[in-house]
């Protein structure tokens, strides 16, 4: 791996957002904390409580996103999913390390997905009043580039106003292209190919879940980078998927 590097951030213009920092994510006491993962956590603490203590003294605003369970989502009643992060227990709550301040404004997300149900949104539109400011990385963008034909062929413009109540004015691909789409996908070259030939290397960010998966993500930091090489795309491209992509999308230009 790159020996860790400094990056400089312009404070104008920047949020931190803290994800997932639950007990029951980052305990070994906690509900999804397997043993694996002892050593890397630690570590990832430490790193956020840096970034957290200079955020707050450059005066950048902090968004803090807590999962939430109420038990009765899909995951528990449809799924059987054990319980975590049940609402209103110490697995919910986010870690003393990390305990938010005031001020800092707390989003909790009831599903995987921040913005489902949520008011991130309207959170975002007030910080950062500029809607082309607003990315979402998305992991590989799921079923969306296996389905961008039929989503094409639904939405299609003589059928928007009755499926959405109004007519886009710009083709939909040009609204995805605000859209960053990131490769932790399982370790599928095929999977990662279907997202470049329908957003292109411009969209898609090197990522690869860390510091989940097997051996506490260290195999996928080993494998993954080798899956984008053997997409067989040029110099130029893999230097956007693996950098320049996520420079742009995190301001470090």
Same mark, same amino acid.
């Given at each position: ?15 931190? %957002?803290?994800? =997932? ?10 509900? #999804? ?10 570590? &990832? ?10 955020? $707050? ?11 939430? $369970?109420? @038990? ?10 054990? !319980?975590?992060?049940?609402?209103? +227990? ?5 870690? =003393?390390?990390?305990?938010? *301040?005031?001020? =800092?404004?707390? &989003?909790?997300?009831?599903? *995987? ?14 910080? %950062?009043? /500029? !809607?082309? $400011? *607003?990315?979402?990385? %998305? ?14 062929? +639904? ?14 004015? #710009? ?11 990131? +490769?932790? %996908? ?15 290397? /411009?969209?898609? &960010? ?11 993500? /260290?195999?996928?930091?080993? #494998?993954?980078?080798?899956?984008? #090489? ?17 420079? $742009? @999308? @995190?301001? @470090?230009?």
């Amino acid at each position: 791996m790159k020996a860790l590097q400094n990056i400089y951030i312009n404070s104008g213009n920047a949020i931190l %957002v803290i994800v =997932d920092m639950e007990n029951d994510f980052s305990r070994p006491a906690g509900k #999804k904390f397997p043993s694996p993962r002892d050593r890397t956590v630690p570590p &990832v603490i430490t790193a956020i409580q840096g970034f957290t203590e200079r955020a $707050r003294s450059a005066g950048i605003p902090i968004i803090y996103i807590q999962s939430v $369970r109420t @038990l009765q989502e899909p995951d528990f009643t449809v799924f059987g999913s054990s !319980p975590y992060v049940e609402l209103g +227990t110490w697995g919910a709550e986010i870690i =003393d390390e990390l305990k938010p *301040h005031e001020g =800092d404004i707390i &989003v909790q997300k009831f599903s *995987h997905d921040a913005f489902h149900n949520t008011n991130l949104d309207e959170v975002l539109q007030k910080l %950062v009043p /500029d !809607p082309t $400011r *607003h990315y979402a990385i %998305v992991t590989g963008g799921g079923m969306i580039p296996f389905f961008w034909g039929r989503i094409e062929e +639904t939405y299609e413009p003589s059928r928007q106003q009755k499926l959405i109540g109004r007519v886009m004015p #710009k083709p939909l691909l040009e609204y995805f292209s605000h859209f960053y789409y990131d +490769t932790a %996908v399982g370790g599928s070259a095929a999977a990662i190919r279907c997202a470049y030939e329908v957003f292109g290397a /411009d969209q898609i &960010v090197f990522a690869t879940d860390y510091p989940w998966g097997p051996g506490g993500g /260290d195999s996928r930091l080993a #494998k993954y980078p080798n899956i984008i #090489k053997s997409l067989g795309l040029s110099g130029a491209e893999n230097k956007k998927i693996f950098e320049d992509n996520a420079r $742009r @999308l @995190l301001n @470090l230009l």
